[in-house]
């Protein structure tokens, strides 16, 4: 399937290889770097409130299938969706600059890390409210199904949102109605400090979505061309009419936010999941099979720091939004905007 027209790669010493691993790595790469620069944001104190949530450890399941998606498709990510706009195609720089609360940002500043948007590369919004984004994309479905012209909607969210109701809502409606929907689960194993086995019986996420008539299936996350070969199958489905539901199983390697510690797992817990981690399984995959030599992955690396270290510099030296911009986009283009209090207040004491 085509790829965005509008994605943002880095420039690298590599070529595209014949396996497209190269390229799913080099994808993961700038999510694992632009993550690792985000947590550096928030050490800084530049960063735009008091929480963020790193996807770190959750790369294949971005990039093996955002990266499949095509132009026009939508989307809807959860409080943890950083990594699945950058494999759409987003700027690294405006979003740390809107991380940080810039007016350079996609949202000019008021998104913040949990509720970035942009309607030109698909994103209907990330959101904080565990399972909130996941119904915008059955009325996303329902309106290219009338539409015709193919596009898609898949919603993003945790295993936490596995215990909410508006899922199961949405995959009925989506199952009734064979809207054009794909529902991914990325199964990090944590809701916050709750381990996924404390929470569910049927660790068999995707046959929930069997009972309401959707084409499902579970993949291990540790290598990314697996995941995109599930993904692939899916989003055919969803293209012909038959909604799908995908869980990725895969470790959250830091706490659920910045500032979590992960007192509720062991070190061999974090053992064991960190060694499933698809950065360095594909890495690995590549030196094994010679598609590029270490010389060459490590030149990658060293030119994707270097475009994610300066995503740092744009966002710190970004404007504050002015005043007068916090009615923006809330309203119609042809409502007028209301009044800010403080303006109407001046303007009261200047009569007088």
Known sequence: MAKSSTKNTATGPIGTSNT???????????????EERVGELFVRGASAGSMLHLSIGEESAA??????MR???????????????????????????EIAGREEGYCHGKGGSMHIADM???????????GGGIPAV?????????????????AFFGDGAMQQGILYESMNMAALWDLPVLFVCINNQYGMGTRIEQATKGRHLHE??????????????????????????????????QPGFMAVDCYRFF????????????????????????????RDAILDTEEA?????????????????????????????PLASMFRDVYGPDEPEPEPVRTRIDRILARD
């Open 208 to 241: 929930r979505a069997l009972a309401f008539g959707l084409a499902g299936e579970t993949v291990d996350g540790r290598d990314v061309r697996d995941v995109q070969e599930v993904a692939a199958r899916l989003i055919d489905g969803a293209r012909a009419g």
């Open 63 to 68: 990039v093996g299938v955002a990266g499949l």
């Open 293 to 321: 030599a270490e010389s060459d992955l490590k030149a990658m690396d060293d030119e994707i720091e270097k475009e994610m270290d300066a995503t740092i510099d744009f966002a710190v030296q970004g404007s504050e939004p």
């Open 120 to 130: 030109g590369l698909g994103h209907l919004g990330a959101n904080a409210i565990v």
């Open 20 to 34: 497209g691993l190269i390229d799913l790595y080099r994808d993961m790469r700038r999510i694992r770097t632009f």
């Open 138 to 154: 059955v009325g996303a479905g329902l309106a290219s199904k009338r539409d015709g012209e193919g596009a898609i909607s898949v």
């Open 71 to 97: 132009e026009g498709d939508t989307f809807t990510t959860h409080h943890r969706g950083h990594g699945i706009f950058l494999a759409r195609g987003a700027d690294p720089k405006r979003m740390m600059a």
């Open 255 to 282: 706490g659920h936010a910045r500032m979590d510690k992960s007192p509720y797992r062991t070190e061999e817990d974090e053992t064991e999941g960190r060694a499933k981690d698809p950065v360095s399984f594909a």
